[in-house]
């Protein structure tokens, strides 16, 4: 089966930003939704008022979803990382009244990145993945210490809900910074590699609300199953200013770093408010049971169907 690349994806992820999903190259997710053409059967009336919290009428019909989680959830092969019993329920899959097929977690509030017509597009669990970081020299020694070390909990809590091959340079593990002054607007990442990049704002790419971008490549065969290889994030030295040096159960630098590293294996924006994956991190963002699920389902993807 022959292997030929796939037109670069850029995914434009803004922790404060008030743009929601972008997405280049004709694959990408969206928090918007369409409506279908058929009109509910009365039967079907008691489960579309279920979802209608999240996924609202239009002139009385039945919402069709962009993208689901239920073929990720079909395939998936969950090795190492156990959901609990609110969670396991999230992964029911079943028919809607329309045909489709879908999951319960599409109703709760996370979506993909991107995805194509075989499924999402997702890193192959038996692929090692690199995270390397990247910081900018004109920090201060107390700066540089405390974005690496934000990035490199966010980088295990990555591993830990994901159970991905995740490895770390042994620069990273022994306290050591590599530097950058690289300008991201072309850069290319290494290959099997999430590159974490915190640079002066005018050598991010970013615009002059953005604080941190994700963007992934990927490949494609020839049956359409799209697989990532390569992420980079690049992240403003102003995104110090906005968060506080702390944990994974409120706004945070730790949280920040987290949403983007979620970005790169394949998650896009939820429409929960209360989510750590919400387009604005607000006074309060956590990751939710939902987010759990998706974030086991991102690692949870055999290397071969």
């Known amino acids: 089966m022959g292997v030929v690349p796939l037109k670069v994806v850029r995914y434009l992820a803004w922790v404060l930003s008030a743009v929601a999903l972008v997405g280049i190259g004709g694959l990408a997710a969206t928090l918007f939704l369409k409506a279908g053409d058929q009109e509910i059967p009365i039967s079907g009336r008691a489960e579309a008022n279920k979802w209608a919290r999240m996924y609202p009428y239009i002139d009385g019909h039945y919402p069709v ?3 689901s989680w239920a073929k990720t959830v079909e395939r998936s092969n969950l090795r190492s990382v156990s959901l609990n019993a609110e969670e396991r329920h999230l992964t029911r899959v079943f028919i809607t009244k329309l045909g489709d097929k879908v999951s319960e977690v599409d109703f ?3 979506t993909p990145l991107v995805f194509n017509n075989y499924d999402i597009i997702l890193w192959d669990q038996c692929q090692e993945i690199s995270i390397e970081t990247f910081i900018s020299s004109t920090l201060t020694p107390k700066q540089l210490t405390i974005t690496r070390d934000a990035i490199g909990a966010a980088s295990q809590k990555l591993r830990e809900l994901t159970g991905l091959n995740i490895s770390f340079p042994a620069y ?8 950058t002054e690289e300008n991201l607007s072309t850069y290319l990442p290494k290959a099997n590699t999430i590159e974490v990049h915190v640079a002066e704002h005018q050598n991010a790419a970013l615009g002059n609300k953005e604080i941190a971008l994700a963007t992934t490549w ?13 992420g980079l994030i690049a992240l ?6 906005r968060y506080p040096d702390g944990g994974f159960d409120s706004p945070s630098l730790q949280l920040a770093a987290f949403h983007e590293l979620s970005h790169a294996v394949g998650i896009g924006h939820s429409s929960d408010g209360a989510s750590y994956m919400f387009p604005y991190m607000g006074t309060e963002a956590s990751i939710t049971a939902p987010d759990r699920v998706v974030l086991a389902l991102t690692g949870s993807r055999p290397c071969y169907d």
Do not use: E, Q, W, Y
């Not at 990927?218 to 390569?230: E, L, N």
């Not at 403003?236 to 200013?241: A, E, H, I, N, V």
């Open 236 to 241: 403003s030295t102003d995104f110090l200013d």
């Open 218 to 230: 990927h490949t494609v065969t020839d049956s359409d199953r799209a697989s990532i290889t390569s």
């Open 172 to 179: 990273l593990l022994a306290g050591g910074v590599s530097f």
């Open 65 to 67: 979803l962009d993208s």
């Open 108 to 110: 709760t509030g996370p």
